[in-house]
């Protein structure tokens, strides 16, 4: 039969059913827990970039956060089960709900959004760190007639650990690619709500206020199947803020957020919210990227393009009759896949990603050259710009020997490199990695409206010759305007700046300092 104890909680000597429902509890919370810290730090990552520096201090201060949690639980010495059930019903509301709540502050200013950001983490953490303290002294206090701690403690951590893991594998891998982050949040919010459910039903009988419990239960499982079902809602009106231009494609892929939008002006793709091209002027853009480097070699037949899943690159590229192959390697195969479907897509790349002389690789490039041992011709090097370290990886030394290795001994490489007016610094830090593995290079820029003054470094064991002709059709590029693209004014001239390497990534700090002073 089941007593009361000395502090007017229930106890169940024996009832091992019970103890396995708040160790399953205890699986479920600690899953909900790492999934909102995830989500904290991908949406950070997506909307401010730097994805190492945004998760360390969302990781930080959400472990910081658990702390005061199981700090302040020492002061709930009554009615443990009715305050676990209420903390269940408040981290999967505020962790629930955040995903939605910080996409739709993505068009706020940055002081503003990273000041809600935090305050979630800071929330979910405090309450998370309540929960495990309550189920232990729960477990010890109404159901345990004996085992001892040294049992009620490895069996409550093994469950919680057990509970990471899955979350840890499921997140990139399932969740995130076919829930999206709103109602990835939803989803877990409301099994948070279901394990409050669960102890509504598991000491029926002994709760006070029942009803208002099963009232506050049901109210907030309303809730969050509200964010469940309007999250595609939520995204859309978010974007169309953030964006301005109506949203033709937006899709949450395991490696960023790819968004491609059209206006009466062109058709836009942005990456984690970064412009990656617009319609109206990406030919500059690309013309000046790929015909400096396959116009001069005379007669390239195999290229190899790392980066450009847009196939605007490879769209140049087709223009040359000797090329015979053409092996693209991006990582991200929603954007390879967009640009290779979608008609209106496709028609900007003139359907270069489907034809019969490129070969689409969906892989890390750095792992890529790692694994294979071609050369080839030209290489195009079209990556995003190095905001995290990640990225940066592409940018340094080691990453430029490995592209030495697949470049024949006649080839070019042409790196695309920033802009070297606003990014000084940076631009001649990529001039003076590439130069310290041993490339000759041959630094030039372009004007394109929709970013501005763009550089470009040209890279080879040759000297640079000028082209003597051109592909047809160009709309930019001809022979009497190419040798101003070669021609630095003062104020984009070079400057002193060391080689980025894997073991310092200088190049990363000094990008963000360059760009940060702009934004």
Known sequence: MTTLASNDEPTAPGVRPAELALLASVFVVAACGLVYELAA?????????????QFSTVIGTYLFAMGVGSYLSRFLDRQLVAHFLRIELMVGLVGGWMPAALFAMQGASTPSFRFALYAFVLAIGILVGLEIPLVMRILKRQLRSGGGLKTLVSEVLTFDYLGALAVSIAFPLVLVPQLGLIRTGAFFGLLNAG????????FRGHLRHWTSHALACAATIATLVLAFVAADHVTSWAEDRFYADHVLYAETSPYQRVVVTASRYGIRLFLNGNLQFHSRDEYRYHEALVHPAMAAHGAPKRILVL????????????????????????????????????????????????????????????????AHRETFDVIVIDFPDPTNFSIGKLYTTTFYEKVDAHLAASGYAVVQTTS???AR??????????????????????????????????????????????PTGLRFLDLAGLPALFDFPLD????????????????????????????
Do not use: C
């Not at 401010?48 to 520096?53: E, K, R, V």
């Open 41 to 53: 730090g991908t949406l950070a990552s997506y909307l401010l970039g730097d994805s190492i520096l």
């Open 195 to 202: 394990v409050a459910v669960w102890t509504l039903w598991l």
């Open 307 to 370: 980066g450009g899943g847009d196939g605007m690159a490879t769209r140049e590229i087709l223009k040359y009759p000797s090329v015979e192959s053409v092996t693209l390697v991006d990582l991200d195969a929603h954007v390879t896949k967009l640009f290779s479907t979608e008609p209106l897509l496709r028609e900007l790349n003139h359907d270069a990603l489907r034809s019969p002389k490129v070969h689409v690789v969906n892989d890390d490039a750095y792992s890529w050259l790692d």
């Open 420 to 422: 070297p007016l606003i």
């Open 425 to 470: 610094k940076s631009y001649w830090t990529v001039a003076a990695t590439l130069e310290a593995v041993g490339f000759t290079t041959t630094p030039y820029h372009v004007h394109v409206p929709s970013f501005g003054e763009w550089g470009f470094i040209l890279a080879s064991h040759r000297p640079y010759r000028m082209p003597t002709a051109l």
């Open 492 to 519: 984009m001239a070079r400057v002193p700046a060391e080689p980025n390497r894997l073991s310092n990534q200088v190049l990363v700090q000094t990008f963000d300092d360059e760009w940060g002073k702009v934004r």
